[in-house]
């Protein structure tokens, strides 16, 4: 459990933030110069902040009616930044091996568990300088987390690498999160990486907090889009696996609404369950039934509610039995007449959704 009160004043710049969140994963979310890192290096001690309280768990690390100021390496949290910091001299085992810190209340993480996840087995006698952007990054990772933390706060840890290296290290960063649930702030720009990982979401704009909540339920606030991701702005789906069709190469699976969604991968057992993403810009409107279109995904519903985007654009939501944001044109928005109430079907091609 995070329970985090920070004001800051640097400069113009004014940081005025409360939050808290269960253990888990925690995103911490916005456009560049929101006040992410300053967060995190005042959680972390490396920062004091003007007034607040930081508390992890049980522990007070910092509290300014109090005079409690933990400093940063009794604080016991773990990092990883964009770029590794890898000490140059030590092998990769003795960087694995540096960072070792007390036992958690849960015990020690144990190190060939975590070698094994990473797959930094082979590379134990290796020197950083000899290892492969991605490769530093997981024995970072791996360090930081056999550090024993009581949190760990990752800072961009994949923004330095393309995105072949990132899809390899993510589901990576899934396991050690299910397998060893220690608290973590993911600090990222990344909708994907959040919306695939985050139980928790903060959404940051200008130093203050305009959302804290469920990651589904946060991209599914339409006032929130502008916030929300831009371009990437959408909706995440829970679904659960129906069926596959091998033929095709096509999941099918049951969304809440009750309507089927189509979406291309590999085979998955029935009743597994899914994050989907969806975005708005990816969904088309139709008032009528449609027919000999190539679009598989047709949900029908209703709009829920809207509002004015970016100019030229409309942002719907659209009630299909779950909440699907759409963006539009708002030339289309004015010829269709859409207003909230009005039946619908949303149409979203199956090669644009993404497992989340
Ligand atoms: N020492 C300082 N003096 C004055 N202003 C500062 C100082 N440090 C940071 N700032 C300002 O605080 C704001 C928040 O900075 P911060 O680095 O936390 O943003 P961020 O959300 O992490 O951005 P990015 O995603 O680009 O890393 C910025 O406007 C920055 O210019």
């Known amino acids: 459990m995070l329970d985090i009160r920070l004001r800051k004043q640097l400069g113009d710049f004014t940081l005025d933030v409360a939050f808290t969140a269960e253990s888990g994963l925690t995103a911490l979310f916005g456009p560049s110069g ?24 049980e522990r007070l690390l910092f509290d300014s009616e109090k005079k409690i100021n933990i400093p940063v390496q009794r604080r016991n949290i773990g990092f990883v930044f964009q770029e590794h910091r890898l000490f140059p001299h030590y092998t990769v085992r003795g960087n694995l091996d540096y960072g070792k810190g007390r036992p958690r209340k849960a015990g020690r993480i144990p190190f060939q568990r975590v070698v094994d996840i990473l797959g930094i087995g082979d590379l134990l006698g290796r020197k950083p300088a000899s290892l492969s952007g991605g490769e530093r990054q997981r ?38 999160k299910s397998e060893f649930n220690i608290t973590t702030l993911y600090i990222s720009h990344s909708i994907g990486e959040i919306t695939r990982l985050a139980d928790t ?18 991209f599914s606030r339409l006032y929130l889009m502008p916030y929300a991701g831009g371009p990437e702005a959408g909706t995440l789906v829970e679904a659960t696996v129906a069926d596959y ?16 969604l189509y979406l291309i991968g590999d085979e998955k057992e029935v009743g597994t369950p899914m994050r989907l993403r969806i975005r708005a810009s990816d969904v088309a409107i139709s008032l009528k039934k449609p027919a000999g279109l190539s679009i598989l995904n047709r949900f029908k519903g209703e709009v829920a509610d809207n509002c004015a985007g970016a100019p030229g654009m409309e942002e719907l939501l659209l009630d299909v039995g779950f909440p699907l944001a759409a963006r539009i044109t708002r030339k289309s928005f004015e010829e269709m007449g859409l207003r909230k109430g009005t039946p619908v079907w949303a149409l979203v091609k199956a090669v644009t959704i993404s497992r989340s």
């Open 201 to 218: 979401l903060l959404l940051l704009d200008k130093g203050e907090m305009k959302a804290t909540g469920q990651t589904a339920d946060i």
């Open 139 to 176: 024995v970072a990772i791996g360090r930081a987390v056999l550090s024993n933390p009581g949190m760990l706060i990752m800072d961009e840890p994949l923004s330095s690498l393309d995105e072949g290296r990132k899809s390899e290290i993510l589901p990576l960063i899934e396991e050690l």
């Open 34 to 57: 929101a006040g992410k890192t300053l967060i995190a290096q005042m959680i972390a001690g490396l920062l004091p902040p003007d007034e607040g309280h930081v508390r992890i768990g």
């Open 245 to 260: 069709d091998r033929s095709h190469h096509m999941l099918i699976l049951d969304t809440p609404g009750g309507g089927r």
